[in-house]
């Protein structure tokens, strides 16, 4: 990929805003500077913990390129400026651009198994001696919203006639508004629904154009919100939880917005309770307070 850290525009002898094309005409030179870069990437970190190190300076010039443009402001330094007044509306947008919403259904599907077989029965079992006939689950950072309908399929065809007195609350929550927007949709294209099975594709989405549509009857299942993990208020506003699932989310983060993260997922978990985190991801320097449980081709950190 060509690294390009310099955009500039060229001057409009006709003192147009706008061409017609959506490309900002300035008279003055657009530069993504080393100072801009610091400024926007320790901000950035400030209120969501996301960090881009050098080597992804390019990165995050191309989308905070595509903001400017989009707002038609006189350069990345006005731009800063907003965010750091922020404005919400431009902090969502901000969250939107930086943000990855790649997801499907059924990605992880040895975690799902371990969730339907080994860990919801452990739980259920553990809430009827407190004479607890609840059981929430939290997908933290829930994109547009697969992981958290995977679920709700996952307690509606394996789960609800086994424990018919068990009330499933399932809370999805992700940053970004457009990708919850989408999920509260529940329309989705063909890669994402790839890896249903057959059967469940016909029990439980409709076929609509190019998307298939989930179901009204798994769509009430879920509550989709706006959270942001690096947030204390907005995060210490989830409690009693007794799954978490925050998958592919920390390895955006550097380890001090790890720990911080971590730290705060384990006040929000009931004790004996569950962390799932993707693949690719460990907490180990992260935290001692969970122990980690090994499970069939899956693993998992539990609050003792």
């Excluded at 040895?110 to 860990?119: G, P, R, S, V, Y």
């Excluded at 547009?144 to 609800?160: D, Q």
């Excluded at 978990?269 to 180990?284: A, F, T, V």
Aim: hydrophobic residues 35%.
């Amino acid at each position: 990929m060509s690294r390009l850290f310099r955009f500039r525009f060229k001057k409009d002898t006709s003192n147009k805003a706008d061409d017609g094309s959506g490309v900002m005409k300035n008279s003055q030179e657009l530069v993504f500077t080393d100072e801009v870069f610091d400024s926007l990437r320790n901000l950035i970190y400030s209120l969501c913990g996301i960090y881009y190190s050098d080597s992804k300076k390019y990165l995050l010039e191309g989308r905070i390129t595509k903001r400017v443009r989009e707002l038609k402001v006189g350069s990345f330094e006005e731009y800063f400026d907003l965010i750091k007044s922020k404005d919400r509306g431009e902090l969502n947008s901000l969250f939107d651009t930086i943000t990855i919403n790649e997801s499907y259904f059924f990605r992880a599907e040895h975690q799902f198994d371990a969730l339907e077989k080994t860990i919801i029965p452990g739980i259920i079992g553990k809430n009827r001696e407190n004479n607890n006939n609840k059981i929430r689950i939290w997908c933290g950072a829930c994109s547009t919203g697969e992981e958290a309908y995977t679920i709700a399929i996952l307690v509606k065809e394996k789960l609800e006639e086994k424990y018919p007195d068990i009330d499933f609350q399932i809370l999805a929550s992700d940053i970004s508004n457009s990708a919850l927007d989408k999920a509260r949709e529940g329309k989705y294209k063909e890669y994402s629904i790839r890896k249903v099975e057959k059967s469940l594709l016909e029990k439980y989405f409709t076929l609509r154009g190019d998307e298939y549509e989930i179901d009204d009857e798994i769509k009430k299942m879920v509550k989709f919100t706006n959270i942001n993990l690096y947030d204390d208020e907005q995060i210490h506003q989830v409690t009693g939880c007794d799954i978490i699932l925050c998958c592919n989310v920390l390895i955006y983060f550097d380890i001090p917005s790890k720990q911080k993260v971590v730290t705060q997922l384990f006040d929000a978990l009931n004790k004996g309770g569950y962390l799932m985190i993707g693949y690719s991801e460990s907490l180990h320097c992260i935290s001692r307070a969970f122990k980690l449980i090994h499970l069939p081709k899956a693993i998992a950190y539990k609050k003792e």
